[in-house]
């Protein structure tokens, strides 16, 4: 009866193991590619002379503007209208 019950939580608890490895080797691969897309971004603002401090939020000549408000200073809405060349 024990030994039932043993084999029954053994195979529970090697699913739940390898789920586990699973897990970790998907938030390793999602890590990794935080890690390049923060470089790419870094790389982009850097290039662009824009730092990103908070999602919706610019920071532009040392002004922090947020983004997602309807109305705009002229110069971010002039700086996000502007034509850009990649």
């Keep these: 009866m024990?030994?039932?019950k043993y084999d029954f939580?053994?195979?529970k608890c090697d699913g739940l193991e390898q789920r586990i490895?699973?897990?970790?080797?998907?938030?390793?691969?999602?890590l990794e590619r935080h890690k390049t897309?923060?470089?790419?971004?870094?790389?982009?603002?850097?290039?662009?002379g824009v730092s990103f401090i908070?999602?919706?939020?610019?920071?532009?000549?040392?002004k922090k503007y947020d983004t997602q408000s309807q109305?705009?200073?002229a110069d971010l809405k002039a700086y996000?209208?502007?034509?850009r060349s990649v």
């Design 21 to 30: 490895n699973e897990l970790d080797r998907v938030y390793a691969m999602l």
């Design 71 to 73: 109305t705009k200073p």
């Design 54 to 62: 908070d999602v919706g939020f610019t920071t532009i000549g040392g």
């Design 9 to 11: 939580l053994k195979r």
């Design 2 to 4: 024990f030994g039932r």
């Design 37 to 48: 897309l923060a470089g790419k971004v870094k790389a982009l603002s850097d290039h662009l």
């Design 80 to 83: 996000q209208e502007a034509p």
